[in-house]
């Protein structure tokens, strides 16, 4: 069985979801939370295998569930439960920043059932799920972005264990200061550490180090 969990806070959504989802047979949902401050205790708790994440909720919007969940789990190093971002908006930037933050899928909430199934049970197998509307310069962005290109894996970087650490939280969108509060440490020690992976990895900006740091599979 491939245990869900369900992040939204329209409850007739919410319910409608649960119902269609207790027709696939192989499919169960272990735990529900209607906003985005009660999933960062529900989903850890839950563990589920997929998390079906609403974009926009009160409190605190999937993005911002997706990265809070995605900062703990790199501090507890564990992985982020594969998640499927679910919104009512075709927004390619939204897209994009929910791969970028570890999301594995978007689709629209007016997704026919078949389809909905189809991307579970491809998350949950370790795949990718994206929406067939994406423009082809979307669709090359996230590749880039998230698959990364064959020669990225020859290459080698070293980073020290906190670099690595810090360098994961960047590419979770964390700014310094937010670094320093998650690692207990000072802002300006963290600046130092992201000044010497700028300098490793050859980069000039955080933005190229994340996108960097993707291809060559450090995040």
């Known amino acids: 069985m491939i245990r869900i969990c369900i992040v939204e806070d ?8 649960r119902s269609m989802l207790a027709l696939a047979g192989d499919m169960l949902v272990v735990a529900e939370a209607e906003n985005g401050e009660q999933a960062l205790t529900t989903v850890p708790e839950a563990r589920p295998d997929v998390l079906l994440l609403d974009y ?11 990265r809070a969940l995605s900062a703990s789990a790199q501090l507890q190093g564990l992985p982020l439960v594969p998640t499927l971002i679910l919104t009512t908006f075709d927004d390619d930037e939204l897209l994009l920043t929910a791969v970028q933050l570890g999301a594995k899928g978007y689709l629209l909430k007016d997704v026919a059932l078949p389809v909905l199934l189809e991307a579970i049970r491809t998350v949950a197998g370790g795949g990718r799920w994206l929406q067939p509307t994406l423009t082809d310069q979307v669709q090359r962005g996230v590749e880039e972005l998230c698959l990364g290109r064959e020669a990225a894996g020859d290459r080698s970087i070293v980073l020290t ?3 690595q650490e810090v360098l994961r939280l960047m590419a979770g969108g964390f700014s310094n200061r937010e670094i320093a509060g998650l690692t207990t440490t000072t802002e300006g020690t963290i600046k ?8 490793k990895m050859g980069v000039r900006d955080r933005t190229r180090a994340v996108l960097k740091a993707v291809e060559y599979r450090l995040v």
Do not use: A, F, K
Not at 10 to 17: I, M, N, P
Not at 56 to 66: E, F, I, S
């Open 56 to 66: 926009r909720m009160p409190r605190l919007d999937g993005l911002g569930v997706l």
């Open 10 to 17: 329209q409850t007739l959504v919410r319910q409608g979801l």
């Open 192 to 199: 130092g550490y992201v000044s010497n992976i700028l300098s």
């Open 161 to 163: 264990t906190r670099e």
